[in-house]
């Protein structure tokens, strides 16, 4: 009867690794969704592993930043403070930041989670030209001031011409999370997607805060 409840015992310990081990990897596989145009974000299904900095992050304390480059990029700092409050759904810690990219290459950095690929195109004969995009996570003005150029460079692709009821900062919204091709589809009256109109909705839902981070700085 010994040997069979040390059989049982042991038998119990190997469901219960067993069972861990696919929590684990469960939750790893979750984390792994991907981002991109109208895109689910690309953030682990907890932020508790984040560093008390990351978790302390607020958009608002970096409103002096954001009125500072959208004046420069020629661009409303109302919709820049605001794409920041979109952009905050994950901790913004440099240390989580690239622990994240080490298992997703293709995920983005900073404060305004910009993809290498769009930092490299904004960056392009301006003074921060030679900047590196794994700068992002540790130099939040620098990821502000990319929002804020790319913001402006979506803004000289949106057509002449626009049809819909979507306002100029509503589109480059959408262009920021979708892509330049999608805005000007959405500008010529192409409804958004889900996706796409989940981040429009959360746009309005931060407009006010966005106001008003500007108005306490």
């Known amino acids: 009867m010994r040997e069979a409840g040390h059989t049982v015992t042991t038998r119990r310990c190997a469901l219960v690794r067993t069972a861990v081990t696919a929590l684990v990897l469960t939750v790893a596989g979750s984390a792994c969704t991907p ?12 932020a508790s592993a984040a560093s ?17 480059h959208a004046r420069q990029a020629g661009v409303n700092a109302r919709l820049l403070m605001a794409i920041l409050y979109n952009e905050a759904y994950k ?17 983005a950095f900073g404060i305004a989670n910009m993809h290498r690929a769009a930092f490299d195109q904004t960056k392009r004969g301006r003074d921060f030209a030679d900047r590196d995009w794994h700068e992002l996570p540790d130099d939040r003005d620098l990821a502000i001031k990319a929002a804020a150029w790319y913001l402006h460079d979506l803004d000289a692709q949106l057509p002449a011409r626009r049809s819909g ?8 919204a959408l262009g920021y999370n979708t892509g330049a091709g999608n805005m000007r589809a959405f500008a010529r009256g192409t409804a958004p997607g889900p996706q796409a109109q989940s981040y429009l909705d959360r746009l309005h839902d931060n407009w006010a805060t966005a106001q008003q981070a500007l108005q306490r700085n």
Do not use: I, M, N
């Open 91 to 107: 901790p913004h810690d440099p240390a989580w930041e690239r622990a994240w990219q080490r298992s997703k290459p293709d995920a």
């Open 52 to 68: 008390p900095r990351a978790q302390e992050y607020d958009p608002s304390r970096f409103a002096p930043q954001v009125v500072t």
């Open 35 to 46: 981002a991109g145009s109208g895109r689910t974000p690309d953030t682990p299904t907890t």
């Open 165 to 172: 009821s979507l306002s100029r900062d509503e589109l480059l």
